[in-house]
């Protein structure tokens, strides 16, 4: 009789004390679980070995990315995800701890039995070879930090593309009451940056880790100043460089394949970082700061685009996420905005406005999402059922996590002052973002007057 998954379902739950929030189907057709829940499916054996072997987060995402876990058509990944974060969440599942007294007693023998029974207690079984396991170098080092920028965006440009769109922007787009697409809410962020920046024809911006270059082409098309942008992603550099040629702006763009530690060439008038920063780890927050400090020029304005965590409650450790740092971005550390507030600060700077944008990121996330989803055959033929896999799974749970408040994002606007003191910013954000309007002037590739005003050097 086909009983696998009501075996299962009672055995977990009778060691957890709680119900799980999922329906499992089992390799034999058997169903469990709460009937209006959403449904994973047990595709084999070995899905629930890889769960034995990585309880939890880890052992969920290889059975995944591997194909051994599915879920039903009728299923949304997002109500799967929303349902296994709620449950995490519960007090009483986030403190239990599941020692030798739990696993050696009756529940946990009996959970033990259940597999034994089900064929499921083997070896463990080999990650999916999405999963980076062996990292070479000391952390953060610029060799380990070209290998994990590398594993992350050197998955394919056209990959990219599919799920990105046109604008090639990867980081949190801004949806104002005009943006009718993805398309208008990403112009829009780049004009923001722009804006807060403070640009005009004349100026040198630097745009650390440019990613496929679309700052550097807003800014040197509508703007007229002269760009800089640096990435260690290969692929990344490679298509920036060519759509600098194709727009005809080689002439006001250079994009470099350079970490942001070897720029020798400032100072900059002004400087950007959007999404770059959550890759510099902790321990090099200091030195990433600094570095950036002393490359721009005094009363140049930086502008940092940077992911946010919430705070840790006292005696809490902070612990990356096994799954994004052993799929998607290795090594990569997030901090509290505060923290990340009070290093530039301590660089030097000075951090004159902070604008949170967490409800525009998860919008992001899903139009990226459903890009994926709508393109999936092509996808999985570009870079592979698994990494496509890998996507689909961190971008719909970002998604979730920015909309509950789980995660943040945060831009930082901070200068840094003349020796005199002075900022060269307006009184009030209104009119620095109004005086920022009224200089914009579009101008296309063939437009040579870049304006009469000396940059701040």
């Known amino acids: 009789m086909a009983e696998n998954a009501q075996q299962l379902v009672r055995a977990l739950e009778g060691l957890i004390g709680r119900r799980i929030p999922l329906r499992v189907r089992a390799w034999d057709g058997s169903q469990a679980g709460p009937p209006d829940a959403p449904t ?73 039995g259940t597999a ?24 953060h080092s610029r060799r380990r930090d070209r290998a994990a920028i590398s594993h992350h965006y050197d998955v394919g440009n056209d990959f990219y593309r599919l799920v990105l769109g046109p604008t090639m922007v990867y980081s949190c787009a801004y949806w104002t009451p005009e943006a009718k697409s993805l398309e208008d809410a990403q112009e829009a ?4 940056i722009c804006r807060k920046l403070g640009l005009r024809p004349g100026m040198r911006l630097l745009d650390v880790g440019c990613g496929w270059g679309s700052l550097v082409l807003h800014a040197a098309r509508h703007y007229g100043v002269e760009a800089v942008g640096v990435s260690i992603s290969t692929e990344q550099v490679a298509l920036a460089r060519q ?9 006001r763009i250079e994009v470099r394949l350079q970490d942001y530690r070897e ?9 950007s970082s959007v999404g770059m920063a ?15 400090y002393d490359l721009l020029a005094p009363g140049g304005r930086l502008l940092n685009h940077q992911i946010a965590r919430r705070p840790l409650h006292p005696g809490e450790t902070y612990r990356l996420s096994p799954f994004i740092d052993r799929y998607v971005f290795p090594d990569g550390e997030l901090s509290p905005v505060g923290t990340t ?22 919008r992001t996330l899903r139009e990226w999402v459903a890009n994926l989803e709508a393109h999936w055959p092509d996808a999985v033929s570009l870079v592979g059922r698994g990494r496509a896999r890998v996507w689909r799974l961190y971008m719909a749970a970002s998604a979730l996590a920015f909309e509950q408040n789980r995660i943040g994002i945060n831009q930082v606007l ?44």
Request: proline share 8%; charged share 30%; no cysteine.
């Open 278 to 292: 959550e890759h510099v780890g902790s321990d090099q927050y200091l030195v990433y700061a600094r570095h950036l």
């Open 263 to 271: 720029i020798p060439d400032g100072p900059f008038d002004a400087i």
């Open 40 to 112: 994973i499916v047990l595709r084999n054996r070995r899905a629930l070995r890889r769960l034995i072997w990585a309880p939890g987060e880890l052992g969920l995402a290889r059975a995944y990315v591997s194909g051994d876990l599915e879920l039903d058509p009728s299923t949304d990944l997002y109500e799967v995800l929303d349902a296994v974060a709620a449950f995490a969440d519960d007090p009483e599942i986030r403190t239990l701890r599941l020692g030798p007294r739990q696993v050696l007693g009756a529940p946990g023998r009996r959970l033990l």
């Open 243 to 251: 759509r600098v040629a194709e727009a005809g702006l080689a002439d």
């Open 189 to 192: 962020k780049l004009d923001l």
């Open 341 to 362: 507030v009070s290093r530039l600060e301590e660089a030097g700077f000075e951090v004159r406005d902070v604008e949170a944008l967490r409800e525009h990121y998860g």
């Open 116 to 139: 034994l029974r089900q064929g499921a207690i083997g070896p463990q079984p080999a990650p999916p070879p999405e999963e980076v396991r062996h990292r070479r170098g000391s952390l």
């Open 414 to 457: 901070a200068v840094r002052p003349t020796v005199t003191g002075a900022s060269h910013l307006p009184a009030t954000r209104a009119q620095w973002l109004a005086e920022a309007a009224e200089l914009h002037r579009p101008t296309g590739a063939g437009d040579t007057d870049l304006g009469d005003r000396p940059s701040v050097r």
